[in-house]
């Protein structure tokens, strides 16, 4: 009985085995495409991140001072009225620093580097001139904007939908052409954009160890007193394969 059991079981999966190879997915005709949908908006939302960084060849010291400057940008974040779920402070690395010759060989021991992160969110735009002026100007750092959209994921959605949709308006379209209709979907993907990026409008980066006029480094696209970020555009591409099957008159 164990036996013919066995035997049972080999065959049943000979038969699955037989039955999987007979169609396999490239043996159905088919048309691959891709679809690309862009839809702008007007930016609400400043994004700020702040780099901090000291060095001293004492750790404990080196964490004190980045620890007064951290404390000097969490103060003139409450001072500017940044909501708290809009403030974030992210990493903090100490690394051990080296000096190196002309050939990159590490020598002797440099010191310690603290460096650590915050994100904050600046949702009045008229103020941009305040904040940067202040960022600037409460500590030693390296601070860089970029503009965002409250709806970024509600518009990242509709242009998703949007690229699906041409997708299956150029698969329907390319059909034609060759007598053929695009039929029912075998597989959607939506590869991720360069960077991870969804698109988005200008963005700058200061550092206020190396000006001594904040309004010197603006870009210039961003006039003084009349600040006007522009739209920014959220761009998705959807690839799409469909069943190609022979047209029915």
Known sequence: MRTKTSMLLIVALSVATVCWAATPENDIPQISVSGTAVTQTVPDVIQWSITITDENKDLQEAKRNSDAKMAAILTLARELGVRPEDLQTGYLNANRE????????RLDFKGFSVRRGVTLKQRDLKRFDEYLTKLVSSAEMEVSFSFDSSRMTDLRWETRLKALKAAKEKAEAMAKVVDAT????????????????YGGGAYGSFANTSFADPQAARPADVAQGTFAPGAIEVKVTVNAIFELESRRD
């Open 182 to 197: 695009a039929g029912k979907v075998i597989r959607i993907e939506e590869p991720l954009p360069p960077e991870g990026r």
């Open 98 to 105: 080296y000096n190196q010759d002309e050939r990159g060989r």
